[in-house]
DNA sequence: ATCATAGTTGACCGGTCAGTCTAATGCAAG
DNA sequence: CTTGCATTAGACTGACCGGTCAACTATGAT
């Protein structure tokens, strides 16, 4: 059927737009139905619980993240410590013109689900930590071609890349609790700066 | 009155461990009146709203914070830069310790309702902005005294505490999404090498 | 044409939400 | 003893929550 799909696909978008800009526990599932243009009935027909839908929204989020976002930033045709540069920008501008559109910075959708709600799911919580883990992993791949070019001395790879992905959440934290995406590109350029050494056994 | 101020400080009490463990928008009025055993009437006689409770939580934490978890670990008797390991531990530990009472690693009270509810109540999110920037000040004076003392080169202090502050935010927001507070201890050294340079105009 | 099935409708459910209200307390000052 | 006020008790409100259900419609295969 062709209806079918495109309603389930409407709901997920409702959700998208929705948990990112408020919260999971803030929006009913009345509130998506009627912005879907979509009955109850249809929702539960899709759907057999409010957080099975998030783990739709979590996973096409994830996809649009990788093939949007990620994928333009970590542009491999870039030298590769450039490509966080263009990161900081992606994320700054993003979260720019959401706050120019909504009149509030929404932050990323999976840091604010883990917080919300990882000491209440743990599948959930499972699901968004896979999606940290993908973002570690395309960060440590450039930092490996960084070292392997000889931009970078050699480091710790994936623990440097994780704790580069903990500063950039905690980046846009605190740019959402500013209510300022400023505090991106003030800071964002120390991203380059961290590092952590190979441990020498 | 004696049991009043006892009354008001059970509500804030039972608000604060459950606010911090789960969420804000996932805990009801009436549970925190059960577990405070405290009825109704009295809690809407001490706080006009939720939201009103919640400030008095969030007012009630930061000076628990700055009195304890930061007083002691920005000790002035300690090395500037060695405090700065303190911290780490310190909130290693403490995420360790909530973790292993309540199976799941509760993250920063204040990350967590910044994340939440920043877009939906701006009075709120200042408040929340308060308590970040009370805590750069100390790391900023710390960053100064290192300076002065010859055990840092001089930085832009003010940025590079934000940018520190930012890391050890991210750091318990990976810790959290993975329930594990060895993330802290693991990544948490780099938070030393996190500098923002002078801005040369 | 007919039948199974996917999708849709909207009324409906019990429970819980934040918040209200009135009446009963306990206590302190006059 | 009494008056007055802060506090407490707990029943109650209406709205809303996530979720269910039985009836209905559209479609594609036989």
Redesign the pocket.
Known sequence: ????????QRIVNAAKTRFHSRSY?D?????ICDSA?????????????????AIAVIEEFADDWATGFIAEAFDPKLPPMERFDYLIDAAYFWQKAARDIQGHLPGCLFGNLALEISTQDDILRAKLNAVFIMAKKRIMETLDEAVAEGSVEPLDSENSAEAMLAYLEGLILLAKTQNNPDVIHRLGKAIKSIRIETNSL
């Open positions: 059927m062709q209806a079918s799909i495109d309603t389930r526990g929006v009913g599932v009345k509130e243009e979509v009955q109850k009935g249809s929702f539960y027909h899709f759907f057999p619980s409010k957080r099975d839908l």
